[in-house]
């Protein structure tokens, strides 16, 4: 049964065919209509084929009639079912990228986990002096009498203690 209408055999004439509907395909002689599978789509009547998502977007769900703009934090190749993430030292906040060579090196001074949708600044007392930092272990302690402020690529002196005269 599929939308009120049950498939029978045994039609006797061309009236007894039908339209495959939007979000299925139907081969030619098929008895019933199929869902278009994951990474793809049917947004029209009487398809064949179902098409493939482009690249950019995906589509993770059976029988759909569009694809999504691909997430944040991740990009999408044609017939995509679902984004992959940008890889650590990487990170993207635009939708629909379609390359991983979309996705943005982390800055010095921030480090990146996979699928990242901003970089995340070292904390204080801790620098990134490269570009492309992967996580927070990478962060160097500053040393002696140097510190930093959050998401700094270098340490700088700190301040010397103000004496008071009494």
């Not at 934090?73 to 060579?101: D, N």
Request: hydrophobic share 25%.
């Amino acid at each position: 049964m599929f939308d009120g209408q049950e498939f029978l055999s045994g039609g006797t004439s061309e009236a007894d065919c039908f339209d495959c509907p939007i979000g299925h395909y139907c081969e030619e002689g098929s008895k019933a209509p199929t869902q278009c599978p994951r990474g793809t789509y049917g947004n029209e009547t009487s398809l064949g084929a179902c098409i493939s998502c482009e690249a950019g977007t995906f589509q993770g769900d059976l029988g759909q009639t569009m694809c999504q703009p691909c997430l944040p934090g991740g990009y999408c190749e044609e017939g995509a079912v679902a984004p992959i993430p940008c890889m650590a030292g990487t990170f993207s906040s635009a939708t629909g990228l379609s390359s991983y060579k979309e996705c943005e090196t982390c800055p010095a001074g921030f480090y990146c986990d996979v699928g990242s949708t901003r970089p995340t600044p070292c904390p204080a007392g801790k620098v990134g002096t490269e570009f492309g930092r992967v996580a927070e272990t990478f962060c160097i302690s500053c040393k002696g009498d140097t510190t930093s402020l959050p998401g700094k690529p270098s340490p700088s002196l700190s301040p010397s203690p103000i004496t008071l005269a009494l």
